[in-house]
């Protein structure tokens, strides 16, 4: 079997399209959704998804902002910054793109983004919802996740899905999804015991672990589904994912590369989640039904 390899840069250019066309709706409403996205440092790696985020903004139509603090910012700017941008109507998402540096209270700063604006779906309260299934900004990695699985018809309802990774903004989130799907799902992660014996049985893997070569193709069982999230640079400067790609491919179903697959996705649903965010403004203004429907 050879798996179908699941063009993710072709679902994106489609799912931001369909961004627009409500981006164009809401222009009637007097809306135009804007995201403003608030960097500390200098990682190099957070500096190009910030440029990408901006990228797709234009590309969608989005209004954006990008707030750049300096390594040793306080976190009391940074706070005050998101609470000036909470009552800033113009703007319906807000990020702070991570990691934080170390003398951050990661938690707080992301509590004090209102919830109704909080497009990465980190806040306290969106994982809340997650976890009871009524969320309105799934945590895009693994919205984009889902995206792909339903733009190739693929049910998980019923199917094992093997998760490989549990952090907080992509495992545990995909996990949760998946079960909201009524999928079967197993999480495994850095301390799991013979991790085939969980991915052999897998009708489904996702595997986000940011670990080259982590999955080969005796781990995975034949006519799988196989998403690769992973994002890992070798030292030749390539980027590759978790999976080994060439091997998997002889046995799997369907396939995600890397790049081109999981990663279009992720700032596509940030789109998304930002367009939500601004299509939920305009209904909660007062008169909007009437004004929206004009
Ligand atoms: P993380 O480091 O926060 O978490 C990694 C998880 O993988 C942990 O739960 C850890 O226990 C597990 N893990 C590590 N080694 C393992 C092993 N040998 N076997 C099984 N599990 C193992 O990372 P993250 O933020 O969740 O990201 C994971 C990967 O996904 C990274 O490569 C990251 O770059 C990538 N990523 C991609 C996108 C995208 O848009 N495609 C978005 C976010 C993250």
């Not at 957070?46 to 901006?54: A, E, G, L």
């Not at 509590?111 to 299934?133: A, M, P, Q």
């Not at 992660?189 to 986000?208: E, G, M, N, P, S």
Request: charged share 20%; proline share 5%.
């Amino acid at each position: 079997m050879v798996a179908k390899v699941i063009d993710g840069k072709a679902l994106a250019k489609k799912v931001r399209q369909e961004c627009s066309v409500r981006v164009n709706e809401l222009a009637a409403g007097g809306v135009r959704p804007g995201l403003a996205v608030i960097l500390v440092g200098e990682d190099a790696a957070s500096k190009v998804y910030v440029n990408n985020k901006i990228k797709a903004c234009i590309e969608v139509g989005l209004h954006s902002e990008v707030y750049r603090f300096p390594g040793d910012a306080s976190e009391a700017a940074v706070i005050a910054e998101i609470e000036r941008l909470n009552a800033d109507d113009t703007i319906h998402g807000i990020l702070v793109q991570l990691p934080l540096p170390p003398q951050f209270a990661l938690r707080k700063v992301l509590e004090t983004i209102s919830r109704d604006k909080d497009v990465d779906g980190f806040h306290l309260y969106n994982v809340g919802s997650l976890v009871v299934g009524d969320t309105v900004f799934p945590p895009c990695t693994p919205f984009g996740v889902q995206r792909i699985l339903e733009s190739e018809n693929i049910s998980v309802q019923g199917q094992n899905v093997v998760v490989v990774g549990a952090s907080n903004i992509v495992g545990k989130p995909m996990a949760l999804m998946l079960m909201q799907k009524e999928a079967t799902v197993a999480i495994c992660h850095a301390k799991t015991r013979d991790l085939a014996q969980f991915t052999i049985l897998a009708d489904i893997l996702v595997v986000a672990a940011g670990k080259p070569n982590l999955i080969t193709a005796p781990m995975v069982k034949t006519g799988a589904v196989v998403i690769d999230v992973g994002i890992n640079r070798l030292a030749d400067g390539s980027l590759v994912g978790d999976v080994d790609f060439h091997g998997v491919k002889e046995k799997a179903s369907y396939i995600t590369s890397v790049p081109g697959g999981v990663g279009p996705m992720t700032v596509t649903m940030l789109m998304w989640n930002t367009v939500q965010s601004a299509e939920r403004f305009l209904a909660a203004r007062p008169g909007a039904a009437l004004e929206y429907a004009a």
